[in-house]
């Protein structure tokens, strides 16, 4: 049986608190390009086939060997979370305080503390280790606990009994939020935690412990329309067959180093029928990311197709009216699928402006420059601009990432 719970919401410039100036968005671009390339330098000094080799091991210990496809439907549990307009959050309570955690699938520490106090009771215990983790865009130092975690919060909640999490003593960069709820690759946690290797992540422990039937989790978000909607929902153990439109693509975890230590994938993009801006590489799909990042040559190709130019307030690309009646549609070239990024679904939402320090009647482009030319070994982030628009599965259980349309791909939304 599936549990729901609906979790709380952050309002957009409480989510822009991780930067140091809520009323400029053009911190946001910088809050993207420098968490990329905290990612591309690589967290941790594994090699190209480091995920693959980790999730071999992880998945033979755990499993004996065997390889079941994602389940979808019954056997795996959805938590609601809620569009807090540059992020995602969720309520998760730990040791029976409540918490919002930021759900970001390029890192894999789970961790509290940054805005809201954690103040320990009998339900937990320190371990007395350190734990160090940095984001690019922020970080945080503090103490290893373990203890009960519920994602979602309350009696409903997916229930995790000896959960080891962070409990920050000092962070940077989150002070609107009260910190991580990790669920990236496992072996991300490595070297994070003295006197110890990979922690298990709360996808781990959930499937470890039986409670799900898959070490995979499924997205579903909806494009921005306002802030505190409850539009967006993960599904832990297998997929919500109804926020998907037709099938799932299931590529593997790409072999190109570093967007193999993360949930990286190789993909092609195309501006228009006709047009190639970046050819076949690697590149990941990540939460944490607010915008759809790409390699700068790809970028200025993308700028000079679109007539673009660049808005000094905000940081982003501004069109005309004219120039977006002519905007084309971007193609993602993934597996042997085809997914379409409507002109619609390039933009940032344009009832919410003004509230990200814009024009109330311009029209900003979400494609950014990632800040490095193609080749470097992640050449793009599927942001949760992109992510908006489809639905993606985080499989651990066999080492791929799968995509799908949803009645909001080619939504006129924004």
């Known amino acids: 049986m599936s549990e729901r719970v609906v979790v709380e919401s952050i309002p957009f410039t409480a989510a822009l608190g991780r930067?140091?100036?809520?009323?400029?968005?053009?911190?946001?671009?910088?809050?993207?390009?420098?968490?990329?390339?905290?990612?591309?330098?690589?967290?941790?000094?594994?090699?190209?086939?480091?995920?693959?080799?980790?999730?071999?091991?992880?998945?033979?210990?755990?499993?004996?060997?065997s390889d079941?496809?994602?389940?979808?439907?019954?056997?795996?549990?959805?938590?609601?979370?809620?569009?807090?307009?540059?992020?995602?959050?969720m309520n998760v309570s730990i040791g029976g305080q409540a918490f919002n955690l930021l759900i970001d699938t390029g890192s894999s520490n789970t961790w509290c503390g940054a805005n809201t106090e954690?103040?320990?009771?009998?339900?937990?215990?320190?371990?007395?280790?350190?734990?160090?983790?940095?984001?690019?865009?922020?970080?945080?130092?503090?103490?290893?606990?373990?203890?009960?975690?519920?994602?979602?919060?309350?009696?409903?909640?997916?229930?995790?009994?000896?959960?080891?999490?962070?409990?920050?003593?000092?962070?940077?960069?989150?002070s609107d939020t009260d910190g991580i709820l990790g669920i990236g690759p496992t072996d991300l946690t490595s070297g994070t935690v003295s006197g110890t290797g990979e922690v298990p992540t709360v996808t781990?422990?959930?499937?470890?412990?039986?409670?799900?039937?898959?070490?995979?989790?499924?997205?579903?978000?909806?494009?921005?329309?306002?802030?505190?909607?409850?539009?967006?929902?993960?599904t832990f153990g297998g997929v919500d067959e109804s926020k998907i439109t037709g099938d799932i693509t299931f590529v593997p975890i790409t072999s190109t180093?570093?967007?193999?230590?993360?949930?990286?994938?190789?993909?092609?993009?195309?501006?228009?029928?006709?047009?190639?801006?970046?050819?076949?590489?690697?590149?990941?799909?990540?939460?944490?990311?607010?915008?759809?990042?790409?390699?700068?040559?790809?970028?200025?190709?993308?700028?000079?197709?679109?007539?673009?130019?660049?808005d000094q307030t905000t940081g982003l690309l501004k069109l005309t009216a004219s120039e977006f009646d002519n905007l084309q549609s971007l193609f993602f070239q993934i597996g042997g699928t085809t997914f379409e990024f409507t002109p619609n679904a390039q933009i940032w939402p344009r009832s919410m402006n003004t509230v990200l320090g814009g024009n109330d009647d311009s029209?900003?482009?979400?494609?950014?420059?990632?800040?490095?030319?193609?080749?470097?070994?992640?050449?793009?982030?599927?942001?949760?601009?992109?992510?908006q628009r489809f639905y993606s599965v985080f499989d651990t259980t066999n080492s791929q990432v799968g995509i799908a349309t949803t009645p909001f791909t080619d939504a006129d939304t924004n």
């Open 19 to 65: 930067t140091k100036a809520v009323s400029n968005f053009k911190h946001i671009v910088e809050h993207d390009r420098g968490r990329a390339q905290k990612l591309m330098a690589g967290l941790h000094p594994h090699g190209p086939n480091a995920f693959h080799e980790a999730r071999r091991r992880h998945h033979h210990k755990a499993t004996g060997g």
């Open 68 to 89: 079941a496809a994602t389940p979808s439907g019954s056997g795996s549990d959805s938590i609601d979370v809620t569009d807090a307009a540059v992020t995602y959050m």
């Open 118 to 174: 954690f103040v320990p009771n009998s339900s937990v215990e320190s371990t007395r280790e350190s734990v160090n983790v940095s984001y690019g865009s922020g970080s945080f130092s503090g103490t290893e606990f373990t203890g009960p975690v519920v994602l979602g919060g309350g009696d409903s909640g997916l229930s995790i009994p000896n959960q080891s999490f962070g409990v920050a003593s000092t962070s940077q960069g989150f």
């Open 204 to 234: 781990d422990n959930l499937f470890n412990n039986g409670t799900i039937p898959a070490e995979s989790i499924g997205i579903s978000f909806e494009p921005t329309t306002g802030t505190d909607l409850a539009n967006g929902e993960l």
């Open 257 to 310: 180093s570093p967007a193999s230590q993360f949930w990286g994938i190789d993909q092609s993009v195309s501006y228009g029928s006709d047009m190639t801006i970046l050819n076949s590489t690697a590149g990941i799909v990540d939460t944490g990311t607010t915008l759809l990042m790409i390699a700068t040559d790809a970028f200025q190709a993308y700028q000079q197709a679109t007539g673009a130019t660049l």
């Open 363 to 387: 029209i900003y482009l979400i494609v950014a420059d990632l800040g490095t030319n193609s080749g470097s070994g992640l050449d793009f982030i599927n942001g949760f601009g992109w992510l």
